[in-house]
């Protein structure tokens, strides 16, 4: 499945949702997108982090 492919379940599972479909249906949209295993690196650089909660500003000692 490409990537627009998900993008529009995804939007297709949150209209449903919305409108008041049942859940079962929706839960079959997502899951057609959302993978059954994911993979993790084990090394190599850690992704730059932004965004909440990282930017959020640290308590003051």
Do not use: H
Not at 21 to 32: I, Q
């Amino acid at each position: 499945m490409i990537e627009d492919e998900i993008k529009l379940k995804a939007i297709a599972a949150l209209t449903a949702l919305r409108e008041g479909d049942s859940e079962n249906f929706v839960s079959d949209l997502l899951g057609e997108v959302i993978p059954d295993q994911f993979e993790v690196p084990l090394s190599g650089p850690l992704p730059k982090r932004s965004g909440w909660p990282y930017c959020a500003r640290q308590p003051s000692r």
